[in-house]
C-alpha cells in the first residue's frame, strides 16, 4: 500500500508559478514509478510528467520545458515545479504512484490559472 498527500495548488495569474509537493508513505526508491497527472472539467486525465526509480523522467509535450519534476528521497516527497503557467493547465494534479503493478493516487490538489 502506498499512501500519497498532495499540497501547493493553488490559483495563479498566467505566467506565474507553482510548486506541488506529494508525500510518499513509502521508500520512493522502492517505487518503480512516480508521476503527476491532471484532469480539467470535462476532459479525461493526462499524464503531465514522470519520473522512474532510476530517475529518468518523461513530460507531456504541453509542458515540457516549463515543468519540472523531481524527487528527496531523504524526504519521501516528489515535486512538480511549473513555470510560465497557462490558463490551459488548469485542473486538478494527482500524484501517482506505480507500485508492483499497482497504481496508487492521492487526493488531487487544484490548479487554477487566470489570464
Known amino acids: 500500500q502506498v499512501q500519497l498527500v498532495e499540497s501547493g495548488g493553488g490559483s495563479v495569474q498566467a505566467g506565474g508559478s507553482l510548486r506541488l509537493s506529494c508525500a510518499v508513505s513509502r521508500n520512493i526508491s522502492s517505487i518503480n514509478r512516480m508521476g503527476w497527472y491532471r484532469q480539467a472539467p470535462g476532459k479525461q486525465r493526462e499524464l503531465v510528467a514522470g519520473i522512474s526509480s532510476g530517475g529518468n523522467t518523461n513530460y507531456a509535450d504541453s509542458v515540457k520545458g516549463r515543468f519540472t519534476i523531481s524527487r528527496d528521497s531523504a524526504k519521501e516527497t516528489v515535486y512538480l515545479q511549473m513555470n510560465s503557467l497557462k490558463p490551459e493547465d488548469t485542473g486538478v494534479y494527482y500524484c501517482?504512484?506505480?507500485?508492483?503493478?499497482?497504481?496508487?493516487w492521492g487526493q488531487g490538489t487544484q490548479v487554477t490559472v487566470s489570464s
Open positions: 501517482n504512484a506505480r507500485y508492483y503493478d499497482r497504481d496508487f
